[in-house]
């Protein structure tokens, strides 16, 4: 099916692969229309919460968010090359797997403070919306690659911040 807007033709499959979509947009959340990335991300920091709740150590919360964000980017890779795909579009706003990647990534090794968290999720939506060098040029990147990789490189660019307010007690422990 095609449909032309403002004088382009977008091509819209109607065949939608059920996995893709379900990680490409975490579970529908990026279905919601503006504002999904955030949405994305504080999802991710609620689901975060829920594991940093458990009985486990800082070390093992920073192995398991370090897991999940490798899991996240490897998994989103090629559920967003085909989400992509299926839309007809390069870089999909119903793509959202990269937002809980990116956030994760924000998170690793932080405690369990609300103001860090905080922290993680403003830096990392700041850097993924203002892409400074080379975040907007990894955007470049074939299909999924350069979907995932801009949110990547924004959530480390909030890891690095993250972790010098933490180094520096800036918001205490």
Do not use: C
Not at 102 to 130: C, E, H
Not at 139 to 166: F, K, N, S
């Amino acid at each position: 099916m095609q449909s032309a807007t403002a004088g382009t033709t977008e091509v819209v499959h109607t065949k939608k692969t059920p996995w893709a979509w379900t990680v490409g947009t975490f579970f529908g959340m990026g279905l919601v229309g503006k504002g999904g990335g955030t949405v994305a991300s504080v999802a991710t920091i609620g689901l975060w919460l829920v594991v940093a709740k458990l009985p486990l150590s800082f070390t093992s919360l920073t192995v398991a968010t370090v897991a999940a964000a490798v899991a996240a980017t490897l998994i989103g890779i090629p559920a967003g090359t085909i989400v992509a795909k299926e839309l007809g579009k390069k870089d999909p706003s119903q793509v959202v797997i990269d937002e809980v990647a990116g956030q994760l990534i924000a998170m690793i090794a932080i405690p369990l403070n609300w103001k860090y968290i905080l922290a993680s999720l403003i830096l990392f939506r700041a850097f993924d919306i203002v892409k400074p060098p080379p975040v907007r040029q990894l955007e470049r990147l074939p299909a999924g690659t350069g979907i995932m990789m801009d949110d990547v490189a924004a959530g480390l660019y909030a890891l690095g911040i993250v972790q010098l307010l933490y180094h520096f007690q800036v918001f205490g422990l």
